[in-house]
């Protein structure tokens, strides 16, 4: 197997990165992140189709886990949005001089956690329903939305039997002639 010069080349700057991102990672622990922040991150190179080089990404973990640990997760934003099913497309940014300073897609299927070290310069902030979409994105990737259809059935189902149980002691009161469960409880018990 021959390997690029231009690779090799490009690993071993990648390495000289890495050591000093290794060295900041202990100060970079009490960054404060929030999540549907949006930074520059430092991916590095990755293997095949993995997310690589410097590009913005959205801080999806929650702000108690951001604040405890020196790793957050992320997903990153990218450009490209060909066969790729997992993307969210994210609204244009413009700083006060109205340039684009962020445009592009969530890519969800590359959410990773990072050290708080490679991440770079604040970029902006997520709006609540760009958060939502990202959100609900993420549940459909790693299939969380199956667990909470299901969990979501069986609340159902048990509304149903509640309601069928009400619709049952209201029709219990209305034949012994109470006004309460209490009062239907008593009658039950005399004639038991």
């Known amino acids: 197997m021959q390997v690029e010069l231009t690779k090799v080349q490009n690993l071993l700057e990648w390495i000289k990165t890495k050591l000093f991102l290794d060295s900041n990672s202990v100060k970079s622990i009490k960054r404060v992140v929030r999540r549907g922040e949006i930074y520059k991150c430092n991916f590095g190179i990755g293997i095949g189709s993995e997310i690589q080089k410097e590009r913005p990404c959205i801080i999806v973990q929650n702000n108690t886990r951001n ?3 020196g790793n ?3 997903v990153p934003i990218s450009h490209t949005n060909k066969n790729i099913s997992c993307i969210v497309p ?3 940014k413009k700083d006060k001089e109205g340039e684009i300073i962020l445009d ?3 890519n ?3 959410l990773m956690c990072v050290s708080k070290a490679r991440l770079g310069t604040y970029i902006a902030k997520l709006s609540k329903e760009e958060i939502k ?5 993420l549940m459909s990737t ?4 199956q667990y909470y259809k299901k969990l979501e059935n069986q609340l ?3 509304e149903l039997y509640i309601s069928k149980l009400k619709g049952q002691i209201n029709e219990l009161k209305k034949i012994t002639n109470t006004e309460n469960f209490e009062s239907l409880k008593q009658k039950i018990f005399e004639k038991m």
């Open 72 to 74: 957050v997760i992320v």
């Open 108 to 110: 969800v299927s590359n």
């Open 156 to 158: 159902k189902d048990r």
């Open 142 to 145: 790693l299939d969380l939305i």
């Open 67 to 69: 604040s405890r640990s």
């Open 90 to 92: 994210i609204d244009t």
């Open 104 to 106: 592009g897609y969530a």
């Open 133 to 137: 979409r990202v959100d609900t994105e």
